[in-house]
C-alpha cells in the first residue's frame, strides 16, 4: 500500500527525470574507455524533526465575557492610519500575506535560470493570478528590457520582411482575453506516484491572466504572409536561449494567437517576457514564447529544441509524441488541499480551478469518497474558453476520512481521465500533459494528503 | 532560416494566390516598416530540418573535442554525460538504433535514462540549439564552424560518425539519415491544435462522467513518507494565517485528531539569506551562474565555496583574480571559465568566500 521507493523523492527538473541510477548506467555508458571519473549524485531529501504537539484554539467565548479583540478597541480603530502612496507608489499586499508566495521546489533543479516557480494555487480566490504569483518558467534566466529598444521582426514567406517597434504594435487595435498558461511538465513529478505534498508544486505551473496585445494575424497580413503554404509559423524569443516553436497557422488564422504587451491591466512582468510575449490559447506555455522577437512564416515545423528534446511525450512503445500542445482538460481541487489541515468538523466549501485546452470548461463534479460518487460543482461566472474557470461545492464533514477528487468536462464532451486511464494509454514516462484526476485524503486528524488512489 | 532568392521571390509574388491580401497595410498605414538584409540575416538564425538556413562551413569532431573542453565541459561532462547540472547529452544509443532509426532502450523500462541523443531525431535541432543558446552562459559567441565542430564532436561520443570525422555543410543531412532515434517520433495524437499533421482526432483517454456507484472503494495506493514530511518545508508558513484550512506544521510529526490549531506567523521565503550583503552575494552567484557549478557546502561541477574557501582563507585579491581569468588543475581537470564579473562584483564574492562562505 506504501509506495516507500516511488514517492516523495526529490525530483530533477520536468525535462530531466533522472534517478541516481540513471545518471550512473548513462554516464558509465558514455565514459566506456574514457577516463575515469566520477561524482556524488543527487543530495537526498531532507528529514523532518519531531516536536510535540500544541494547545487548543478555535471561537470559544472567553470567561470574561466576550473576545478581547472586540472588548479592547485595537489601534487601529482609535488612532490615525497611514497616508496615501505612503508605499512609494506601488502598492504591496499586506504584511500577514508574506506565506502567499511562489516557490520553487526544492531539489528540482540546481540552477534557478533553467527553473521553475509554482504559483499558490491554494491562497488564490477566482480565476486571475496575481502577476506578482504568476508562476515562472526560464530556460536561461530571465531579463527586464527596455522595451524601446525591442523590435518584432517578421519575415519568411512573406511579400515584405516587417520590424515593428513597440510603440508602432500598441498603436494597432488591441484584444484584451483571458487565458490560462499551463507548462506542458505540470503535475510531471506526479506521473509516476505521489512525490510532492501541496497543490503548488503538483499544480502550481498554471496561471491565468487577462493578456493584452494584437492578434498575430493582423502583423501577418501587414507584412503579406503566404497563409496558404505558410501552414507553420516559427516563435523567436530575443533572450539567451532565443526559445523556438511551432504554431499551427491555422490556429493563427482562427484569430486567437495574439502579441502581448498587457497583464491584468498593466504591462507584462519582466519573467513574463516583458516587453511583448505570444499567447497561444490552450496550448502548452513553452510555446508562449518570451521577450518575442520574430516571427518566421514557413511551410514546415521546426523541430525546435524544444520540440525534438524536450517537451516530446515518450510513450509506452518507446516512441514519442511529437509537437504535442494542446493541454487538455483538467482540474484540481485547491483547498482543502495537500499540506492543509481542516480545524474542525462542519462545514466547508470545496473550491477549486478547472481549465481545457480545448474551449469552456462546461461542468465540474466532485467525489468526496475517492470517486465512488460524484455531485456536480457550481461554475462562477464567467466561464470563458480556454481560461480558468472556478468552481465550488458545499460540504459538511463529519470528521471521518474523505478522498476528495474533482473531474472536470470540456464543450467538446471530453471527460477529465483518471490516473488509471492515463497510464493505460500513456505509461508513466511521458512526463508532459498529466491531466489526470487529482486526490485529497482529508484525515480524521484534519490534515490533508496527497495521495493517489488504484 | 528563411531566405528568398529575390529572383524567385518575385514569381513568388506574383504566382501566389495565397498571400494575404494588402488590407491590412491600407488599414493600419504608418505601422511597421520593410526589414533591411543586413537586419533579417542578423537575427533570421534558425536552421530547419530540411536544413534550409543552415550557413555553410565545416568542423571537425578533434576540433570539437578541444571548445568542448574549454567551453562546454563545465556543465556537460568530458563525455557528455552531465548528470548532475543539465541532462545527459551522450550515452544509451547503439549500432543497431542507428541502422533501425529507433533507440531500443526506450522501450525499456529498466533503463533509467533518456539522454539527448537517444531522444533527438533531428540533427538540424543540434546545430540550431548551440548555435542560438549554446554556451549557456554565453549564447551565440561560437563561430559557425565551431558550431559544427562541437556538432561533429557529439556525434562522434555517440559512436554515429569516427572520431576524426569532419561535418559540413555538404554532409549534415546524409549524417542527420544516421541520427539514432530519427523512425521514433509520431505525430498520430490528437495533442497538435490543427490538422497540419493530419493527427489523430479522437483524444486517447475517453473517461465517461459516471456519477454513482461508479468505482469499488477506493485504497490508497500512493502518498508522501513520513521522511519527505518537511522536505519542501513547514506547510504552515506556504499557506494564508487566516482561511477555511490552515497549513499543516510539517517541523511536528502528524497531527491527532482532537489536536488544536498552531497559529502560524506569515514568513516570506528565506532564500535570500538574512543580512542584505548576503543578498548581494546571492544575486551575483546566480547572474554570473556559480552556483551552476558550485554548492556553498557541496562540491558540484567545481569544488564546494566553503572548501575554496578552508584553502583560500582571508585571501580576497586571490579568489578575484581567480574569477576573472578562470583556472584548471587545482581542483579537478574540470576548467572553470573565466568570467567577466566586474572587479566590485567580484571582490564582493570574493570578500564572502574569503571569509568563510557561510551561509
Redesign the interface.
Known sequence: MRDELGSGRVQKAPESFLSREGIKTVFAEAKKGRRDFIRNAFAAAAAGVAVPAALAQGNPVPTEGGDPNILKLPEHSTGLGQGVAADGGYGKPSKYEANVQRRQSPGLTQTTQASVSFAPLQSLFGIVTPSGLHFERHHQGWWDIDPSKHRLMINGMVKANKVFTLDEIMRLPSVSRFHFIECGANTAVDWGNVAVPTVQYTHGMVSCSEFTGVPLITLLELAGADLKKGKFVLAEGADGSSMTRTIPMSLILSGEVFVAYGQNGEMLRPEQGYPLRLIVPGVQGVSWVKYLRRIEVGDMPYAAKDEAVHYIDLQPDGQHRQYSSIQECKSVVTTPSGGQVLLDKGFYNITGLAWSGRGKVKRVDVSTDGGRNWRTARLEGPTLSKALTRFNLDWVWDGKPAIIQSRAMDETGFVQPNYKQLRSVRGTRSIYHNNAIQSWLVQESGEVKNVQVS | ??RFPKAILAT??IA??????????AK?PG?????TPK??AA????V???FKGLPPGSGSATAGQDIWEGKCAQCH?????S??????L???VTKEDIKTG???N??A?N??????FM????L??IW??IN??MP?NA??SLKTDEVYAVTAFLLS?NGIVPDNFVLSDKNIADVQKLMP?RN????A?????????NGVKK???????????????????????????????N?A?????V??????D????????G??????K????K?DGAGSEMKAVNALL?KY?C??CHGVD????GPAFQDVAKKYSGQVDYLIKKMQSGGVGIWG?IPMPPQKITDAEAKTVASWIAAGANK
Open positions: 532560416m528563411f513568388a509574388l501566389a494566390s495565397g498571400f494575404a491580401m494588402a488590407q491590412s497595410a493600419y505601422v511597421g516598416r520593410d526589414a537586419e533579417v537575427w533570421d538564425i534558425d530547419r530540418p530540411d561532462g568530458f563525455f557528455g554525460e548528470g548532475e547540472v543539465f541532462s545527459p551522450v550515452g544509451g529507433h533507440v531500443a526506450l522501450r523500462t533503463f533509467p535514462g533518456r539522454t539527448t531522444k533527438v531525431p533531428t538540424s535541432t540550431d540549439y542560438r543558446a549557456w549564447p551565440k561520443l532515434n521514433g517520433m509520431t505525430t495524437h490528437a495533442m497538435w491544435p490543427g490538422n497540419e499533421f483524444p486517447d483517454t475517453q473517461n465517461v462522467a459516471c456519477m454513482k456507484d461508479c468505482a469499488p472503494e477506493p485504497k490508497v495506493a500512493s502518498f508522501l513518507p513520513d521522511f519527505a514530511r518537511n522536505a519542501h518545508g506547510l508558513e506556504q499557506n494564508r494565517m482561511g477555511a484550512q490552515h497549513g499543516a510539517t517541523t511536528r510529526p502528524e497531527r491527532k485528531a489536536d488544536a490549531d498552531v497559529p502560524v506569515p514568513t516570506a521565503p532564500a546566480q551562474t552556483s551552476a557541496k562540491k558540484i561541477v581537470p
